[in-house]
């Protein structure tokens, strides 16, 4: 479940100044930087869109966890014209404020038991792009958009037209449910629990 602490952190924009991110906004992208996240698939998609530039990055949120996979030409050459902005480790705090102030988040990981990057986006009103896979079509609500994760053409088209359309002030958006918050997810499981013990007394007594 969601962080309650998370949900609830004070933003902090020092992570902007930091990156010097601008009023243009960004693209954002969080998880563990290895193979089976497909961030190079999410590098060369934003590349195709040409819709990155200084004041319109890919900021990647991450530190580096196992086998990944190697950077082409284009993206090193992206990454040191400032395109491509990797944080390595952010506190929470810098993480809600890099939620609250993207343009739009993508994640086209090639499988997940759950994938809490993309839920605690929506819950921060971000746009919402995503790998075709069924965890994500059971957990994220309908505003979120699929992709197949190998198809870079239907990704780059995707973000070429988010990223032209104007995202609402931080301080105006609708902030998501807390349906996977950790308090209700505990809840749920103490509850699910509580009624297996009944049904197995019962079960009993009748032996």
Known sequence: GLDDSLLNDVPDQSVGLKLRLGCAGFMLSVGRLNTRKNLQMTIEAALDAKCLSNEFPLVIVGA???????????ALQAITQGL????????????????RHAHLFVFMSLDEGFGLPPIEAEYFG??????DLPV????LS??????????????????ADLAGH?????????R????????????????????????????????
């Not at 971000?126 to 790998?131: A, K």
């Not at 994500?136 to 957990?139: A, D, P, T």
């Not at 449910?177 to 009748?206: D, I, N, Y």
């Open 126 to 131: 971000t746009p919402v792009v995503v790998s």
């Open 64 to 74: 580096p966890d196992g086998k990944q996979d190697p950077q082409s030409p284009r």
């Open 84 to 99: 491509i902005r990797y944080t390595g480790h952010v506190t929470d705090a810098e993480l809600v404020w890099l939620y």
């Open 176 to 207: 998501g449910t807390t349906a996977h918050s950790w308090t209700k997810t505990v809840t749920m499981m103490r509850s699910e629990f509580e009624t297996g013990l009944q049904v197995r007394s019962r079960e009993s007594r009748k032996h």
């Open 166 to 174: 104007g995202r609402a002030d931080a301080a105006s958006i609708q």
């Open 136 to 139: 994500f079509r059971e957990n």
């Open 142 to 159: 309908g505003s979120a958009q699929f992709v197949p994760p190998g198809d870079r053409q239907m990704l780059s088209t995707i973000l």
